[in-house]
């Protein structure tokens, strides 16, 4: 890392530390301006200013002089007035975690990525997450330019009262079964309390596009996420050709001004190959590699003297390796979940426990007593007034109000919660990858903002 990087990522832990209960290596979510939420934010700050001045989005932009570093600061400000934005990239990299790519670029294996960070026409520094650090979460927070209390979306698994049981919300059906609702049952486009940021680029006049995967053209996440704008769907089959399509696509649009546009580009092969063999293992090493070697050819070459174009590489989460043996399984604790009226939702590292009325200390008081040398709990009362999902004193909605669960089981370091309820609930758990959590490999994630 360049030192300006180090100064960053001091200064971010510094400010972002959580209490000493958490564990070392917590990291608090932030939604003032460090954090992945803000990059949305920047993004509408510099293509439809007007939206933010009429506080339609919930959070500030990215501003990284909370840091109270100068230099950093000054690094900031000089990719952004290098010349006139026309065309702004948000390139989001599944599981790309901050110290994952810091630990493979120190191994000389991303030369593209080390090149553009060493490079001082840009700009390089660690985010937060959100929390949970999840993609579910995090995606929406992309989208919306808000907050999980604000949006709602708190997880893979949520308790929707309204839909009478616990809802995955990547398959987007009942998370105890294999089938998926239909809109009359769930409809994905009405499901989010908050209007995305396609919707204010588009009222002023900004050409908006998502280059995604082309599985996921029409699915509930990307509807939910793109609801009643008119973002076109391009879908591409592998990374190499998302990136060349992105590059094609940004060439052939004019640079004199008379045109702006947003494009999203989301890729999600790292964190697959997390999921199944765990960060930083060969496997994973050599699809950042891969990416690398992509991002490099198709965009960080192939762009060069397009000066109008800003690029935003960032990642939703971080993981981390699970242990097998540092699993908490809450159906042997028959005196726990008889206090539950649904089974645990959110997510393996962080568990939303939904209570019968008055059981809250009990159940609290069980935790403590059997797990509470590896986990922490909070009442979703201390959780909101810490600012885990939101800004402190932002009101919470309806929904996120219904789904975040009555107490929260928080690991304090590797360790994981799971409920048996099916007989796929029970399956082997290796050393794989997972996220979800407050750690910093979790949390951290890279702000890579380039010029051309």
Known sequence: MSSLNEIAENALLQRQRLPEAFGAEAVRPSYDGLGLVNVPALVLQLLAPATLLDKAVSVPPVNPALLDCPEVTAAFKRVLEQGPINHVVLLLIDAMGYDQINGVMATGDLPGLSQMVQNPANFFMPLTSVYPSTT????????????????????????????????????????????SYTPQQLNPDTLLPVPNIYQPLEAEGVVCEQINFYAFENSSISRFTTANSTAKFISYRTPATAFATLRERLLSKPSDGSLKSFTYCYVDTLDAVGHRDGPLTPNYQAELAALDFSLNRELFQGLKGRSDLLLFVVADHGQRTVDPQKVAWLHEHP??????????????????????????????????????EHF???????ALEMGLFGLPGQAISSQADDRIGDLLMIPRREWIT????????????????????LSRAEMLIPLLMARF
Not at 149 to 170: A, D, F
Not at 336 to 365: D, N
Not at 376 to 382: G, I, W
């Open 136 to 179: 579910t979460t995090a995606l929406t927070s992309v989208a919306t330019a808000s907050t999980p209390q604000t949006h709602g979306i708190m997880g893979t698994v949520n308790r929707m009262p309204e839909m009478g049981s616990l809802v995955n919300l990547i398959s987007f059906g009942p998370a105890v079964g294999s089938k």
């Open 376 to 382: 922490l709990t909070l009442s979703k009362v201390e």
């Open 418 to 437: 799971r409920q048996f309820v099916t007989a796929t609930d029970k399956g082997p758990i290796g050393r794989d990858g997972v996220h979800g959590g």
């Open 335 to 372: 005196e726990l979940t008889r206090l539950f009226v649904a089974p645990m939702g959110g997510e393996r590292r962080v568990a939303y426990l939904y209570l019968k009325a008055g059981t809250l200390e009990t159940a609290r008081r069980y935790i403590d007593s059997h797990f509470g």
